[in-house]
């Protein structure tokens, strides 16, 4: 595709629900990363992927936020229990080298009921 | 104190006028990025620089690395230019970003 894809566009989900995300990266983006954005502020990471290697979780923020992207390239972040505060914008961005220019999905946006 | 630290946080102008929104980071980075942000809408990369000065049509973007500041800077602002600012540092191998909360810039007609 053209860039990255996010799916879907809107949750809204009610209390202890569990929930995907989807990111459809650039084709042949190594790199993914997840940020997460509340409302009113800046977007915070989440994770990042290098290829299927998940090599920094460390900014999820809960043992209910669970990441994969076994093929390399689709990633799907999962949050298990839905709590109110996870309600934000879920950013997908991919990049073809760590260190170079991110290019951001639409983002999805979480509404925790 | 924030990583990275924008101001103002809301800006209005008029059509025509020279915006500035700057931004100061206290962490070593690899690069500076300046985002847009529509309502609604997703993120797009304006610049990503990591010394001296790029400019994109009416768009210029400064970086002092000694004094770890940036600016941008609108020439000629249009109503279109409505949305949201951010600057966002990179650092480290992985290159994950660190953001500010964002500008929130309004030029009216």
């Known amino acids: 595709g053209a860039g990255v894809s996010q799916s879907p566009r809107y949750k809204v989900a009610k209390r202890g629900q569990d929930v995907a995300l989807r990111c459809d990266p650039i084709s042949?983006?190594?790199?993914?990363?997840?940020?997460?954005?509340?409302?009113?502020?800046?977007?915070?990471?989440l994770t990042y992927f290098q290829n299927e290697a998940q090599l920094d979780k460390s900014g999820l923020p809960s043992d209910r936020f669970f990441?994969?992207?076994?093929?390399?390239?689709?990633?799907?972040?999962?949050?298990?229990?839905?709590?109110?505060?996870d309600s934000a914008v879920y950013l997908c961005a991919s990049s073809s080298n760590q260190v170079y220019e991110q290019y951001f999905g639409p983002g999805t946006r979480l509404t925790v009921t | 104190?924030?990583?990275?630290?924008q101001s103002p946080q809301n800006l209005t102008a008029q059509e025509g006028e020279f915006i500035t929104i700057n931004c100061s980071y206290s962490v070593g980075?690899?690069?500076?990025?300046?985002?847009?942000?529509?309502?609604g809408g997703g993120i797009v990369s304006l610049f990503m620089l990591s010394s001296g000065k790029k400019k994109h049509g009416r768009l210029i973007a400064t970086?002092?690395?000694?004094e770890k500041?940036?600016?941008?800077?609108?020439?000629?602002?249009?109503?279109?230019?409505?949305?949201?600012?951010?600057?966002?540092?990179?650092?480290?191998?992985?290159?994950?970003?660190?953001?500010?909360?964002g500008t929130k810039l309004s030029v009216k007609p």
């Open chain 1, 28 to 45: 042949g983006h190594v790199s993914l990363f997840w940020y997460q954005q509340a409302l009113g502020q800046g977007p915070e990471f």
């Open chain 1, 67 to 85: 990441a994969e992207r076994p093929e390399g390239s689709v990633s799907t972040l999962k949050i298990q229990r839905t709590q109110q505060e």
């Open chain 2, 1 to 5: 104190k924030n990583e990275v630290e």
């Open chain 2, 29 to 39: 980075i690899s690069a500076l990025h300046w985002l847009q942000q529509h309502p």
């Open chain 2, 63 to 66: 970086i002092n690395i000694q």
């Open chain 2, 69 to 101: 500041h940036s600016s941008l800077h609108i020439t000629a602002s249009h109503p279109r230019d409505s949305a949201v600012y951010i600057c966002a540092v990179g650092g480290g191998s992985q290159g994950n970003l660190i953001f500010g909360k």
